[in-house]
């Protein structure tokens, strides 16, 4: 992408170059003070700004300035325009490239018509007019890969002047800014919220009132291999319909399952080390819920704003497309960790409602 771009006039594909983006939206362009609206969401550690900047001043600025002759103009360059220039085509890369199919991914295709992304890599191709479309959460259309080209076809009657809308999966709005720096209400169904394994920990100690010691013992006799660091909470969305359509609403039914198991473990070495304080399984999962809810409430105060002063920023006129997208992300996450936290609400009421009929 570089090198045809500095290419110019003699590149075949200076039309194309032309119509591309020169600016983003992506978090990778915003500024600190416009990072800093993300709050306490996972995306502001998933930008990778100098980490990029990093790779590209060891890796790609050597290769060029060692070629000057291959990357023409580059001579006329700085190296900060050259790093410019690789944020430009990296982001170029992520928002409009398509993964390319080859055989062994059509045999390896699955009746739904995806195709898993072994390990990761897969080969990147830019395919001009294919790159067109708008995506959502909800689509009209799906681009097929054919052996010499891509091809756009509709899933529904579409209606004069309806946009054609492609899918780019079922991301959450924080990944949708992340990679393509724009954001959807109807994506918002895929929201989800990382909860490190330090504030389950930080939840368990207070709960238990147990030192840090006894944390560290409990983490010494499990497998620190098998041990995660962060848990997904996110709601059962089912998958589309086949004409790109919601099957359904999306619903919150249980916390992160790895989580609630990582905690059962930890319990039960507590347990051996004070045995007093689980005396038995009916204790142990009532220890369980609150530890779950308790930490979702600490996780939820690391956001400086609620979600009703989110809802009610959210009505200004005068918030920037960036700030306004930010509000956006961090208040999804807000509203998934409200539903999870109503999941041990109704809890509580339904175990309360039991043990009055009980006592009558």
Known sequence: MIYEFLRGQESQWKAYFDVLPEEFNTPMF????????????????????????????????PVIRSNQSVFMSSEARTDEELIGLAHRMGSTIMAYAFDLENDEDREEEEEDGWVEDRDGKSLMGMVPMADILNADAEFNAHINHGEESLTATSLRPIKAGEEILNYYGPHPNSELLRRYGYVTERHGRYDVVEIPWGVAEEALAAQLSVPADVISACKERLDEEELEDVFVLERDT???????????????????GDLQEQVKAFLKGI??????????????????????????QLLES???????????LLKRTDLSDRIRMAVEVRLGEKQLIQEAKALFQSSSNENAGKRVKTST
């Open 302 to 312: 690391r956001y400086p704003t609620s979600y009703i002063e989110d809802r009610m």
């Open 271 to 296: 347990k051996k080390l004070k045995p007093d304080l689980i005396p038995d399984k009916r204790k142990r999962d009532e220890i369980l819920s609150d530890v779950m809810l308790n930490s979702l």
């Open 30 to 61: 915003w500024s600190d003070s416009d990072l800093d609206a993300l709050q306490a969401s996972a995306t502001r550690g998933k930008v990778g700004k100098s980490e990029a900047e990093e790779m590209f001043r060891s890796q790609l600025l």
């Open 238 to 256: 089912g998958e589309p319909n086949s004409d790109g359509t919601f099957a359904g609403p999306a619903e919150l039914k249980e916390m992160p």
